[in-house]
C-alpha cells in the first residue's frame, strides 16, 4: 500500500463523479512543494443526507470498484443517513415546495389561499433549515412574532401547513428527513397556548336577507347584471359550498325533474375514501335561480360560466357594503341554508346529503339555531297537559 497519500483520485459528489489522473496532480504537488509525491488511488464517497465515507487503494480499478459498490448500497438505501447533514442541508422553502408539489396540489381546498399562504412563510422563514426548526422554542418564538400581526387563528392555519408539510416529509424518497416521533411544530404550537376563536354562528337576522337581495339585484353590469341575486338564493335553498357550485356542470342538472348533482370531491391522500357524488333534491326557488343563471350566462358548460370562485367572493363582499351588512361572509350562506334546512324538519342525514358532511361533528359547526325558532318547535311539540292528580 502506498503511503503518504495527499490527493484524490475519484472522488464523488452528490451523484457526479470527478476523476483526476494521479500521475498528473503527483507532478503537480512535486512542482508545488519541491518534494515527490507518492501515487495512490484515494476514494472518497459524500452524497446529501449520507456519512462520508473514503478509502485508499493501490490500483485506480480496485478504487472504481469499490466506490461503484458503496454508491449502489447507498442508492438501494442500504447506506446509513446523517440526520444532522440532512436536516442542515434542506430548508422550510424546500420542504415547502415539495409538499406543495407532491401533495398539496391534489388535495381539496388547495386555493390561493393556500399558495398565498405558503409564500408568506417561505418569505419569513423560508431560509431556515429543519435542524433549526425542529427546536420546538423555535416555533413558539415564530408563535409570539406572528401573533403581533395577526389573529392567532391565522397563525394556527400556517403552523397546520407546516406540520402537515412535515409530516407528509417522512414518507418521501427523495426528501428522506429523520425527523424522530414527535412533530416539534405541534409542540411548539401548544407552548404558545394560541387562543382561537369559536366556530362562527353569524345568520341573517331582522331585515338583512331583504337588504342583501337588493344590493345584489343593483349590481354588476353585462351579463353579471342582478346575476348575483340568484346566486344567493341558490347557495341559501342548497346550502352547498362555492367551491362545490363552481365545479358542477349543467349536465349535472335537471330542471324538469328538480334534481342536481354535485360531483364528488377529489382527495390528495389514497388512504381516504373516495366520496360519492351528492343528488340534491331541488326546491321551486333553487330551480328559477338555476334558470335565472343560465338565461344571465349564456348556458355554457358550467353552471357558474367562466366565472371565478374569488370574482363571486369579491362581489359578495361589495354587495354587502352597499346593503349596509357587517360581517357577513359568502361562506356563512352554507350555514344559513343548513340551519333552514333543520327548521325545515330535515333529519340528519337528510341535511348531510346538501351539506356533504360526513361526521355529526362537522355537521355541527354549520346548524345554528335561532332561540326564538328553538321556542316555536317546543310550543309546536308541547306535551298535553297532565291530568290533575287527586287530593
Not at 50 to 75: H, M, V, Y
Not at 132 to 157: G, I, K, L, M
Not at 271 to 281: D, G, I, T, V
Not at 359 to 385: D, I, K, N
Request: hydrophobic share 35%; aromatic share 6%; glycine share 6%.
Amino acid at each position: 500500500m502506498a503511503k503518504g497519500i495527499t490527493h484524490i483520485s475519484i472522488w464523488r459528489v452528490n451523484g457526479k463523479r470527478l476523476e483526476a489522473t494521479t500521475s498528473q496532480r503527483a507532478s503537480e504537488l512535486h512542482n508545488r512543494y519541491g518534494k515527490p509525491a507518492y501515487e495512490g488511488f484515494r476514494a472518497r464517497f459524500r452524497r446529501v443526507g449520507c456519512k462520508s465515507l473514503s478509502r485508499t487503494f493501490d490500483t485506480f480499478e480496485a478504487a472504481k470498484a469499490w466506490l461503484g459498490k458503496i454508491t449502489k448500497s447507498a442508492e438501494d438505501g442500504e447506506r446509513p443517513i446523517d440526520a444532522t447533514k440532512m436536516l442542515r442541508t434542506v430548508t422550510i422553502k424546500m420542504l415547502l415546495r415539495e409538499h406543495e408539489d407532491k401533495r398539496a396540489k391534489r388535495e381539496f381546498g388547495y386555493n390561493n389561499s393556500t399558495r398565498y399562504r405558503i409564500n408568506a412563510i417561505i418569505r419569513r422563514i423560508g431560509d431556515v433549515s429543519l435542524f433549526e426548526a425542529r427546536n420546538p422554542h423555535f416555533w413558539t418564538d415564530y408563535c409570539d412574532e406572528r401573533r403581533q400581526s395577526v389573529s392567532d387563528d391565522t397563525v394556527a392555519r400556517e403552523l397546520n401547513l407546516i406540520q402537515g408539510a412535515w409530516e407528509a416529509a417522512k414518507t418521501y424518497d427523495d426528501l428522506p428527513i429523520a425527523v424522530g416521533k414527535e412533530n416539534p411544530i405541534r409542540r411548539g404550537r401548544e407552548q404558545a397556548r394560541l387562543h382561537l376563536k369559536h366556530a362562527r354562528e353569524r345568520r341573517l337576522v331582522a331585515e338583512e336577507e331583504s337588504r342583501l337581495l337588493h344590493a345584489a339585484a343593483a349590481y354588476g353590469q353585462g351579463k353579471t347584471a342582478g346575476l348575483y341575486v340568484h346566486v344567493i338564493v341558490l347557495l341559501l335553498e342548497t346550502a352547498i359550498a362555492l367551491s362545490d357550485l363552481m365545479r358542477i356542470r349543467w349536465s349535472d342538472v335537471n330542471l324538469d325533474e328538480m334534481e342536481m348533482t354535485v360531483p364528488a370531491r377529489r382527495k390528495g391522500r389514497r388512504s381516504e375514501k373516495q366520496p360519492p357524488p351528492r343528488h340534491l333534491a331541488l326546491s321551486q326557488l333553487a330551480v328559477e335561480g338555476l334558470e335565472s343563471i343560465r338565461d344571465a350566462l349564456g348556458g355554457e358548460e358550467y353552471v357558474m360560466g367562466s366565472l371565478r370562485a374569488h370574482t363571486v367572493s369579491q362581489a359578495f363582499h361589495r354587495i354587502t357594503q352597499h346593503a349596509d351588512i357587517h360581517d357577513l361572509r359568502l361562506h356563512d350562506l352554507r350555514h344559513e341554508g343548513a340551519s333552514r334546512f333543520f327548521h325545515r324538519g330535515l333529519s340528519i342525514k337528510e341535511v348531510s346529503v346538501y351539506t356533504g358532511h360526513r361526521t355529526l361533528e362537522m355537521l355541527g359547526r354549520y346548524t345554528h339555531p335561532s332561540v326564538a325558532e328553538l321556542r316555536r318547535r317546543l310550543e309546536a311539540t308541547e306535551p298535553p297537559a297532565r291530568p290533575s292528580s287527586p287530593v
